[in-house]
């Protein structure tokens, strides 16, 4: 990981893809080496759905597999818990080998909780503001991840679903350009494939300069290319 602390980048490259795996453990092997030759995939996404098996087991198979992706945990909703259980949290994340984590945190003071101790721990951290499948108060949705931003946050999660997502992506940046440059920032873009997003739409959104890695799930295991036209279009 780039960086002196768990907030600097994750993935050094500019552009890529993050392969979100969420399915059952049995698929698991068979994905990884289908798509061991698609170098422009630098990250494995490991969802809840590991927890019938074990993070250790997912972890131990990308490593095997693909030694080369770093390996993000999404719990899908994880900040929405008590604060006096994230260091724990965190502590265990960063034992069973995560390189980072992502997390939509439903407050600033869960969100300072998790920075402060991914920070601690060299562990990486991306924070969203607003997910894909929920009508989000968008003015509420750009301080938060402005104020992620005064913490330190230098990986952000954002909807990438279509025109509506686009639009605010768009704003986003003009808010972040106000007071940093947003080529500085790392984007996780979520919702590319199935849910209506596509590639071209978010480098029109961000800009041809912005540093980006899609989140796609769907749109790598159901293609009969396993996603190899998706690294066309960066």
């Known amino acids: 990981m780039n960086g002196k602390n768990g907030n600097g980048r994750i993935i050094p490259s500019d552009r890529s ?3 979100d795996c969420c399915f059952p453990y049995r698929d698991f092997p068979k994905f990884l080496e289908e798509t061991k030759g698609i170098v422009q995939i630098d990250a ?5 759905i590991a927890g019938g098996v074990g993070w ?4 131990k198979l990308s490593k095997e597999k693909t030694p080369e992706r770093k390996i993000i945990y999404d719990h899908q909703k994880l ?3 008590v604060k006096h259980i994230i260091p724990g949290l965190v502590e265990e994340f960063k034992r069973v080998g995560f390189d980072a ?4 945190p439903k407050s600033d003071e869960i969100m300072g909780i998790y920075v402060r101790e991914a920070k601690r721990r060299n562990l990486g951290i991306i924070i969203g503001g607003k997910m894909t499948n929920e009508k989000d108060d968008d003015e509420k949705a750009y301080l938060f991840y402005l104020n992620a931003i005064e913490m330190g946050v230098t990986n952000l999660g954002i909807p990438a679903s279509g025109k509506t997502d686009y639009r605010f ?9 106000k007071i940093k440059k947003h080529e500085d920032f790392d984007y996780y ?3 590319i494939g199935p849910q209506g997003g596509t590639i071209e739409g978010v480098v029109n959104a961000l800009g041809k300069s912005a540093r980006f890695h899609a989140i796609v799930g769907r749109a790598i295991y159901d293609a009969p ?3 190899l036209s998706l690294t066309k279009k960066f």
């Open 44 to 48: 494995n996404k490991i969802d809840a």
């Open 17 to 19: 893809l993050v392969f």
């Open 169 to 177: 992506i768009e704003n986003l940046v003009e808010r972040i350009n």
């Open 56 to 59: 250790e087991n997912w972890i």
């Open 225 to 227: 290319d396993r996603g």
């Open 101 to 104: 984590i992502i997390v939509y």
């Open 79 to 81: 900040g929405r818990d």
């Open 189 to 191: 873009p979520i919702g």
